[in-house]
């Protein structure tokens, strides 16, 4: 059974830093990309980016990209997404999800539970 | 960046209704077009994909047409569970952007 397990609920002060997790089974992790998707309180999603964990290639969406990075240990079949600096503005649920292709389509069909990252002082 | 557009951004609607949501895109995407159903405190769930086709265990009340730039999915005889927010997502480019989202409600 495919599954995305993601870390538990964090909450942290604006500017401390922060990595989230979301581990990966059921399916071979190094061959499958694992995307990141944010989704602020009552909003809808927002692509974050990309990583093949494989060789780590990374891609970010232009709204994200120098906000987060994101990276992943193959060796334990997990994606990370991390802050070094966080804001209130951070706080949101974030999901991770496998990018699965079928012939030339390319969709989300795995997600995680998702994990609240609550920033406040 | 591609842009992603959906209307309505709500609707009310009756079970056994039936419900159609339209989607478009800045530029032609073909037919790289997904739709996800999230509901109230849960991942999106994967519906439909290359704008028409239906996801594994997904119920055939749910179709999806459509390429180009505009798209639509339609639920034919809404149903209870079906209550919940419906959002599209190109596929065609980096980043995959998703539209707005359509909240269904009674």
């Known amino acids: 059974e495919v599954q995305l397990v993601q870390s538990g609920a964090e909450v942290k002060k604006p500017g401390e830093s922060l990595q989230i997790s979301c581990k990966g089974s059921?399916?071979?992790?190094?061959?499958?990309?694992i995307a990141w998707v944010r989704q602020m309180p009552g909003k809808g999603l927002e692509w974050m980016g990309i990583i093949y964990p494989d060789d780590s290639d990374t891609r970010y969406s232009p709204s994200f990209q120098g906000q987060v990075t994101i990276s992943v240990d193959k060796s334990v079949n997990t994606a990370y997404l991390r802050w070094s600096r966080l804001k209130v503005s951070d706080t949101a649920m974030y999901y991770c999800a496998r990018r699965y292709t079928v012939v030339t389509w390319e969709l989300l069909d795995y997600w995680g539970q998702g994990t609240l990252v609550t920033v406040s002082s | 960046d591609i842009q992603m557009t959906q209307s309505p951004s709500s609707l009310s609607a009756s079970v056994g209704d039936r419900v159609t949501i339209t989607c478009r895109s800045s530029?032609?995407?073909?037919?790289?077009l997904n739709w996800y159903q999230q509901k109230p405190g849960e991942a999106p769930r994967l519906l439909i994909y290359g704008a028409s086709r239906l996801q594994s265990g997904v119920p055939s009340r749910f179709s999806g047409s459509g390429s180009g730039t505009d798209f639509s999915l339609t639920i034919t005889s809404l149903q209870p569970e079906d209550f919940a927010t419906y959002y599209c997502?190109?596929?065609?480019?980096?980043?995959?952007?998703f539209g707005p989202g359509t909240k269904v409600d009674i």
């Open positions: 997502q190109e596929s065609y480019s980096n980043p995959f952007t």
């Open positions: 059921g399916f071979n992790f190094n061959t499958n990309w």
């Open positions: 530029q032609s995407i073909a037919n790289f």
